[in-house]
């Protein structure tokens, strides 16, 4: 039985993100086809999964078994921390946002388009050539310029994971402060006023939104917790804030940077900082449940299927719109529409 490969959008699967499916079975006669998740590139280590889909849906989103198994796709929308000669001086890591790719399919391998800024870069997809990270992570930028041979992948990681469990309150009081986030990990401070580019994945534009409004953000409406008095945030990540409210900064711009020229580099893996504002309401109590890293979708019924993680991930507007912040553990997009997801 001839068996096919499709690109899946996000909330196909109990997933946060693009990933693979493979058909199983014949199309049955109400049309639809049961599909399972292919473990690869962001979802490697996930649990089988399957969901039936109508057939007429994803028939145009064919690809091949190469590129389903290398899984490049996967990494659209999401944060990541890899490895980059800049400006002709050593290599180090970078953070930078995954905005598209592309297989090659004579070479069989996957080319990644990664956004820094100003800058957009192509990026070969192989193992260690780029790590998911979570939005907070992305935006504090714990390992941002230091050199590759200075910190190794392992160590990335770990440093990583320090601050994660820091900010979200993992076994620990859950901390905002920046400069005590990245003092953790002998970084120096950062400038929250400046801006990193998110994805919003509904539209597929590139925004740029300060450092500080993505923070609290994820800290306060993503963590479940009760924000300082006067602080007001919208239903998504990227929508306006009220003038006048704590919530509300100046920096956010909606801007599309569309893609530019890029340069294909070999990758064996992964901004300076100012001085923050602390506010006084930054360091408070974790909930009693710690968070965890985002990753899966659960479904809840109410006239259509919401899409929700165990993580605070996403968000519910209304009865039939989906508000969705694109985070896994790193995923960093928006997808907001109105529309229906059905099996």
């Not at 690809?63 to 990494?75: Q, R």
Request: charge should be negative; proline fraction near 5%.
């Amino acid at each position: 039985m001839t068996s096919n490969y499709y690109y899946m959008l996000p909330g196909s699967f109990d997933l946060v993100g693009f990933a693979y499916g493979k058909s199983e079975g014949a199309v049955s006669r109400g049309g639809k086809i049961k599909a399972k998740l292919v473990p690869s590139g962001r979802w490697a280590t996930e649990e089988p999964q399957g969901v039936e889909l109508v057939h007429a849906g994803i028939e145009a989103r064919v690809e091949s078994e190469a590129e389903a198994l290398d899984g490049v796709g996967t990494f659209v929308g999401g944060a990541s921390c890899t490895s980059r000669v800049s400006h002709g001086g050593p290599r180090v890591w970078d953070y930078g946002l995954v905005v598209g790719y592309r297989w090659e399919s004579e070479e069989r391998n996957g080319v990644l388009a990664v956004s820094f800024g100003e800058q957009q870069t192509a990026i070969l997809h192989s193992p260690y050539s780029i790590f998911d990270v979570a939005v907070e992570i992305y935006s504090l930028r714990p390992c941002s310029y230091r050199g590759v041979g200075l910190v190794m992948p392992l160590e990335l990681k770990q440093m990583h994971d320090t601050v994660y469990k820091m900010f979200n309150g993992v076994v620990q009081s859950a901390v905002r402060v920046s400069a005590v986030l990245l003092a953790a990990v002998g970084d120096r401070r950062l400038d929250e006023s400046k801006t990193v580019p998110l994805l919003d994945i509904s539209s597929f534009e590139v925004t740029q939104v300060t450092i500080r409004h993505i923070l609290k953000y994820v800290f306060y409406k993503d963590g479940g917790r009760f924000p300082p008095l006067g602080m007001v945030f919208g239903d998504s990540i990227f929508d306006p804030v009220p003038v006048g409210s704590e919530g509300h900064d100046t920096g956010r711009h909606g801007v599309t940077s569309p893609m530019t020229r890029t340069e294909v580099v070999q990758n064996d893996g992964l901004s300076d900082s100012d001085d923050d504002v602390v506010d006084p309401d930054d360091v408070i109590q974790s909930p009693t449940e710690p968070a965890t890293k985002r990753r899966r979708a659960k479904r809840q019924l109410q006239g259509v299927y919401y899409l929700q993680t165990n993580a605070r991930s996403l968000v519910l507007c209304n009865c039939n719109t989906i508000s969705m912040n694109f985070y896994h553990c790193g995923e960093v997009a928006t997808l907001s529409k109105t529309q229906h997801y059905a099996t």
